[in-house]
């Protein structure tokens, strides 16, 4: 991911449908990808990571695809619920030992 | 689960004076610590990677004289902000990790408001 400061895009979605957030990154030898959850007020949480010989890996209820043509990363939450609400954010590590780098981030909001 | 406690969970200060913010991995030793800023509706900038027993190393444009990190344990690492100014104000996220960067556990982060 690469932060370029700019305010947070949303997503509004209604209760139980899906959900898809989308991240850019822009380091090609970036080895993995880790998406996060933010509440407010509260430290980054784990979500899921993919490798990047891989393109897509699946959770409980979100899947990540990974394409490296285009440096492109999604974030799928299946029925999604009120207690999905937060910012998500993708974050991109070279090599296991590397820095975090983390993406822009995108609000979720989830209408009941 | 690894569980990491940042302290404290907010802080309001005079210009001018110093902060110190108090990062423990509660039941793991972590090899390495990093100290993240960030500031409304914008994402986590890394600041510095701390590993204990050494200096830290700071990212490019982080003052390593305005904002010290001690790592004297491997379960305590401390980011002091001196002479803070209302510039600084921000939201300060620590986190642990007991082998590689990506099993970093993140702390709840320090909300610093500079007056």
């Known amino acids: 991911g690469e932060s370029v400061g700019l305010h947070l895009p949303t997503l509004s979605v209604q209760e139980g449908d899906n959900s898809i957030i989308n991240c850019a990154y822009s380091?090609?030898?970036?080895?993995?990808f880790i998406w996060y959850k933010q509440e407010s007020g509260k430290g980054p949480q784990f979500i899921i990571d993919?490798?990047?010989?891989?393109d897509k890996r699946q959770g409980q209820r979100v899947t990540v695809l990974l394409n490296k043509t285009v440096k492109h990363l999604s974030l799928q939450i299946a029925a999604t619920q009120p207690g999905d609400s937060a910012v998500y954010f993708c974050?991109?590590?070279?090599?296991?030992?590397?820095?975090?780098?983390f993406g822009q981030g995108t609000e979720l909001s989830v209408k009941p | 689960g690894a569980v990491v406690s940042q302290h404290p969970s907010r802080v309001i200060c005079k210009s001018g004076t110093s902060v110190k913010i108090e990062c423990r991995s509660l039941?793991?030793?972590?090899?390495?610590m990093f100290w993240y800023r960030q500031f409304p509706k914008q994402s986590l900038m890394l600041m510095a990677t701390?590993?204990?027993?050494?200096?830290?190393?700071?990212e490019q444009g982080v003052e390593k004289d305005k904002f010290l990190i001690n790592h004297a344990s491997l379960t305590l690492s401390t980011l002091t902000v001196t002479s803070a100014h209302p510039e600084d104000s921000s939201f300060y996220i620590c986190?642990?990790?007991?082998?590689?960067?990506?099993?970093?556990?993140f702390g709840a982060g320090t909300r610093l408001s500079v007056l």
């Open positions: 039941d793991f030793q972590a090899t390495t």
């Open positions: 380091n090609s030898a970036s080895d993995y």
């Open positions: 993919i490798r990047s010989n891989m």
């Open positions: 974050a991109d590590l070279i090599g296991r030992g590397g820095k975090l780098i």
């Open positions: 701390s590993n204990e027993g050494s200096k830290a190393t700071y």
């Open positions: 986190s642990a990790t007991r082998g590689t960067a990506l099993d970093q556990y």
